[in-house]
């Protein structure tokens, strides 16, 4: 008996520490306030790291077809990360601003509307779920753009990653760094918190605050693959041969990803309660108890959808689009055809 008690008590002594650990809940704070700019980094890394290297060690997949896969991730990745960027940054700074200062560029119509029982605005629930939506909305707004440049560059990158296997000495590191976009954010970000059907669909929806990045991230996979498919179909640089791979590869990973995704991330968040009911006891006196929940509801998905889109997936997605591409070409050529059985 005195053995499991104390056992329990160091148990909870140690997450009490890990809750209260301060590169814990800065991170956390961090991702809150720039929750696309994570996302997108954390694309960035999967798709030009863990995918890539997840791909080739696939066994039974024609090399052509799995330098093709690999190229679509890291164009994807490189892409979303410089759109998200250069449209995530100056909305996250304009939504600072009036986080400040909302007085100066919101009507107080909507101050009030918004803040509702809580003393101030950028505590109420409805404002966080408004301001969050509009950050998250930058993986939104790029997803069209970012599908057509992410396949106008797979025969850039391959053409390029083909270069450099006789040309060694060739190592050149663009970095892309974010356009400082500034003025009309702050005005653009207010007029949609000061429209009067975007408070309602705010106070209408604020309740599924939790849920904002799982719900973004099925919306963005679902256009992104949508416009990918089209743009590869039409694209007159990519090999013909390997567009229907590409499509196949793109297809199983989308619908897949988003359909184990939902499931994955719901059944998570059901059984991590009891761990985030904890975090709040030991954190109920922090004023960034908010910030620190936000930032976590946004590590979740993230985390879930990366592993599962980037790491597990392009093994059965590239197996999937191999076999289908060749069985389709068996058929187009006569052989192994049910219709021309005489």
Same mark, same amino acid.
Not at 78 to 107: H, M, Q, R
């Given at each position: 008996? /005195?053995?499991?008690?104390?056992?329990?008590?160091?148990?909870?002594?140690? %997450?009490?520490?890990?809750?209260?650990?301060? =590169?814990?809940?800065?991170?956390?704070?961090?991702?809150?306030? /720039?929750?696309?700019?994570?996302?997108?980094?954390?694309?960035?890394?999967?798709?030009?790291?863990?995918?890539?290297?997840?791909?080739? @060690?696939?066994?039974?997949? *024609?090399?052509?077809?799995?330098?093709?896969?690999?190229?679509?991730?890291?164009?994807?990745?490189?892409?979303? %990360?410089?759109?998200?960027?250069?449209?995530?940054?100056?909305?996250?700074?304009?939504? !600072?601003? $009036?986080?400040? #200062?909302?007085?100066?560029? =919101?009507?107080?119509?909507?101050?009030?509307?918004? @803040?509702?029982? +809580?003393?101030? =605005?950028?505590? &109420?629930?409805?404002?966080?779920?408004?301001?969050?939506?509009?950050?998250?909305?930058?993986?939104?707004?790029?997803?069209?753009?970012? &599908?057509?440049?992410?396949?106008?560059?797979?025969?850039?990158?391959?053409?390029?990653?083909?270069?450099?296997?006789?040309?060694?000495?060739?190592?050149?590191?663009?970095?892309?760094?974010?356009?400082?976009?500034?003025?009309?954010?702050?005005?653009?970000?207010? !007029?949609?918190?000061?429209?009067? #059907?975007?408070?309602?669909?705010?106070?209408?929806?604020?309740?599924?605050?939790?849920?904002?990045?799982? #719900?973004?991230?099925?919306?963005? *996979?679902?256009?992104?693959?949508?416009?990918?498919?089209?743009?590869?179909?039409?694209?007159?640089?990519? *090999?013909?041969? !390997?567009?229907?791979?590409?499509?196949?590869?793109?297809?199983? +990973?989308?619908?897949?990803?988003?359909?184990?995704?939902?499931?994955?991330? @719901?059944?998570?968040?059901?059984?991590?309660?009891?761990?985030?009911?904890?975090?709040?006891?030991?954190?109920?006196?922090?004023?960034?108890?908010?910030?620190?929940?936000?930032?976590?509801?946004?590590?979740?998905?993230? =985390?879930?959808?990366?592993?599962?889109?980037?790491?597990?997936?392009?093994?059965?997605?590239? $197996?999937?689009?191999?076999?289908?591409?060749?069985?389709?070409? !068996?058929?187009?050529?006569?052989?192994?055809?049910?219709? #021309?059985?005489?």
């Amino acid at each position: 008996m /005195h053995l499991a008690k104390v056992k329990v008590n160091n148990s909870g002594t140690n %997450f009490k520490g890990l809750a209260n650990n301060k =590169l814990v809940l800065n991170s956390l704070e961090t991702i809150s306030k /720039h929750p696309s700019s994570f996302i997108a980094t954390t694309t960035l890394v999967a798709s030009s790291v863990i995918r890539p290297f997840v791909i080739s @060690k696939t066994p039974g997949v *024609d090399k052509e077809n799995k330098k093709y896969f690999s190229t679509d991730a890291i164009a994807s990745g490189l892409t979303k %990360f410089a759109l998200v960027e250069a449209i995530s940054l100056p909305i996250e700074g304009a939504i !600072k601003k $009036i986080d400040n #200062n909302p007085s100066k560029y =919101l009507n107080k119509t909507t101050i009030e509307n918004l @803040k509702e029982n +809580s003393k101030e =605005l950028v505590n &109420s629930k409805n404002y966080k779920f408004a301001t969050q939506i509009i950050k998250q909305s930058a993986t939104l707004i790029s997803s069209i753009p970012k &599908s057509v440049i992410s396949v106008s560059l797979i025969p850039v990158i391959f053409d390029l990653v083909e270069s450099k296997k006789n040309k060694k000495d060739n190592n050149k590191n663009n970095e892309t760094k974010p356009l400082p976009f500034k003025g009309v954010f702050e005005k653009g970000v207010s !007029k949609v918190l000061n429209s009067d #059907n975007f408070q309602k669909i705010v106070k209408k929806n604020s309740k599924n605050s939790d849920n904002i990045t799982r #719900n973004m991230a099925i919306l963005s *996979d679902i256009l992104l693959t949508s416009t990918s498919i089209i743009k590869t179909k039409t694209s007159k640089k990519i *090999d013909e041969n !390997k567009k229907n791979p590409l499509i196949y590869n793109k297809l199983f +990973s989308s619908l897949a990803s988003v359909f184990m995704g939902y499931g994955i991330d @719901k059944y998570a968040q059901a059984k991590l309660e009891p761990v985030v009911e904890k975090f709040k006891e030991v954190n109920k006196n922090d004023v960034k108890l908010s910030k620190y929940l936000e930032g976590i509801n946004i590590l979740r998905p993230t =985390l879930i959808f990366a592993a599962l889109y980037y790491g597990i997936l392009p093994i059965f997605s590239s $197996i999937f689009a191999d076999k289908i591409d060749k069985f389709t070409d !068996k058929i187009k050529k006569g052989e192994n055809n049910p219709f #021309n059985k005489n």
